[in-house]
């Protein structure tokens, strides 16, 4: 008699952004004439840049003549795209990664969700708490998270790395050694960074430990400030114990058009086993590439004139992370991110749970923002905001909430 | 300490395509004089359609303004999309599926590989015999095939079903009541087909051994024939027990576009649990959607005008294939396949091994096939070729092999 994975029946309700979707959907149901203003899932909402229509304008034109027709694409990525990748994203930066190092996806959620396939099930995970759900909600998924615990709202065999206003929402070093490590930086959700020299030391104790970390920075393009990493790379011996995840939906808004990457240096092992040659197997066996259109408009977003557009992009989307954070500090609430980052955290007002700030501010202004207990117990009485939305949006929700 | 995937240790060397076409390579820089004709990966040659292409730019043209832009895909695909393909590959074949019962995805392969994990560790899976190596592979990856024996090249744990040219290339149903049965009609690698009747046996025999069905239908659009099913719904009682999954990369050309779909019907269960819900969670977390382009791209697939267009592709490959199947029989070969299906299997000449005929092929035709036995014990001795080459390749291949 077949029978399912139970470890997926562990996993209590269904994916974070799932929930609020559907507590939006109630709401506008029974409220048709509310104007929603939506700050909550990271989605973006400016066209594709001028540069990155043509690209895939030329490539679909390609795809129309039989001598330019192109089928499958090489398991790993085009050539054209991983050298691109390798040049501006590493060389161009002091890092030592080269273009068979560089392994192109349809996105940077696929590859955080799928990544943990090429580990041993017994290994010991730890992750930010709070957290982006796909890290612990795939390894629940894969057997390696243990039980959950509905009152704490933790995972038995899951080490959690508070990250608290204290310490700036960086995590400190884990009592318990853990074999695989997620860090994002920039933060999702808290929208915090931490300083190369923070980096450092957790490479540092990755590779004292025989530890993995698992590097997601999808949030790079946002960073405004010196002394921040916008790779792992950076650090010292970081190609010995890291690997790290890219995405192209942030910054070249790629969200609904789905390109990413993810960078396994050679040589990097775990326990004598070279992880290159894994990751490369699991690609050749369950994936078909990226699109051909779809990597021509990633090759796109490096060129002159590419990177000239997606600036203002970026600034754009950080105007209203600066109105967002400004507006809600004059109001009284004690924010953070914005930044380095398109999403700000703020504390909920009165100790106020985060679900219960949720539908108030669903119910009072209209506004749906995600709840911060979603992303982890820490989170309880957070709450994130993106600055994703339109600007007019934007304003409009920040003077909803300040009269709330 | 962190520790790899060991189950991922045990595959023994690389993905049977890579090691093709490493061998190409090779030939190619040793000779590079040498035109080599390539009929052994199953990737299309024609360029995509016209209707596809203009479907393709005008979802473009909507990505680059604020007011069409569209950031995350729905996770389980577009509704215009799963309506399109409920109606016309469903309804209008007297299938009960709904557009609620199809997730969109970015193929087939990807399905194929992914699907195992909503099933339990301990489930054993049934495969044909030759057989697409993806289904194998990823369930070894999952640790649920055993361990390899070198010498008869199988899995300790995998039941094997022998299809051999005395029953036309069609399973028998095994010894063992398996869990997991995976079946493909029209069939990769052989080309075979079966009955309406054959399928409704295996559903029958799935139901009253609490077994599932994954029924790989990515080669539909070949069928020649009456009474081959282009659906396993078609089959009483096939909602109970079966999953199918299907392609746009052969009927409309998107192997280097990717598109797919698996249909899971509600009520199917794993003793018990709903498998519906399953995947939904696995597409929500683990997948962010196939590219909007992409999808557009998919429902001008189903336009009358695209229909007409892709009638016309396939026909270029089916005579492909019945001038391959034609030459070879006439040359002395014994041939099948390439009737309901782009694949021809042919039995290599005085019992050589199949790799040794591989390399006599590339040496000495200087044509690149797909030795049998690399999908599957079963296919030792026989051979695959391909009619996705362009007309003229094909014709110049046939020649040279009847020279040799």
């Known amino acids: 008699m077949v029978r399912a994975n139970e470890d997926y029946l562990k996993l209590p309700g269904s994916y974070l952004f799932s929930t609020v979707a559907r507590k939006q959907r109630e709401y506008a149901a029974a409220h048709p004439e509310a104007k929603i203003i939506r700050l909550s899932i990271g989605d ?3 066209p594709l840049a001028p540069v990155i229509v043509e690209a895939l304008h030329r490539a679909v034109d390609e795809m129309a003549q039989t001598e330019t027709f192109r089928g499958y694409a090489p398991d790993l990525g085009y050539a054209f795209l991983r050298n691109t990748v390798a040049e501006h994203d590493y060389k161009a930066r002091g890092c030592e990664i080269s273009a068979d190092e560089i392994f192109i996806s349809d996105g940077a959620k696929g590859d955080c969700g799928n990544i943990q396939e090429i ?8 992750v930010c708490d709070p957290v982006y759900p796909v890290y612990v909600d795939t390894n629940v998924m894969a057997g390696r998270a243990g039980n959950y615990d509905a009152q704490s709202g933790t995972w038995s065999e899951v080490i959690y790395m508070p990250c608290t206003a204290e310490y700036g929402f ?3 070093l884990p009592k318990e050694v853990p074999d695989i490590i997620y860090l994002c930086f920039p933060n999702n959700p808290t929208g915090a960074t931490i300083t190369k020299e923070q980096l450092q030391a957790w490479v540092d104790y990755a590779n004292q430990n025989g530890a993995v970390i ?5 949030y790079e393009a946002y960073i405004s400030e010196e002394d921040v990493p916008h790779s792992i790379y950076e650090c010292e011996g970081a190609r010995e114990c890291a690997i790290e995840i890219r995405s192209f939906s942030k910054n070249a808004g790629f969200t609904g058009v789905r390109l990413g990457y993810t960078v396994i240096p050679k040589g ?9 040659g894994l990751w490369a197997r699991r690609h050749g066996t369950k994936y078909n590439g990226a699109p051909y259109i779809v990597q021509r408009a990633g090759e796109a977003v490096y060129t002159a ?3 000239a557009q997606l600036k203002e992009q970026v600034a754009y989307y950080m105007k209203n992370a600066a109105y967002i954070r400004q507006g809600l500090a004059e109001a009284g609430y004690t924010v953070s991110g914005g930044v380095n980052a398109p999403y700000i955290w703020l504390q909920t007002p009165e100790g106020m749970s985060s679900w219960d700030f949720f539908d108030r501010l669903l119910e009072k202004a209209n506004v749906v923002g995600t709840p911060g207990s979603g992303f982890g117990p820490s989170g309880e009485h ?3 905001l ?14 909803r909430i300040r009269e709330m």
Request: aromatic content about 12%; charged content about 30%.
């Open 386 to 399: 993106t600055a994703f939305g339109r600007y007019e949006d934007t304003v409009e929700a920040i003077r």
């Open 305 to 307: 004139e590419g990177q």
């Open 214 to 218: 698992i590097y997601d920075a999808a």
């Open 170 to 172: 960086a995590p400190q």
């Open 268 to 276: 990097l092992k775990a326990d004598g086993t070279e992880l290159h």
């Open 44 to 46: 973006v909402t400016q």
């Open 382 to 384: 957070y709450f994130r």
């Open 119 to 126: 580990f041993a099930k017994e290994c010991k995970v730890a």
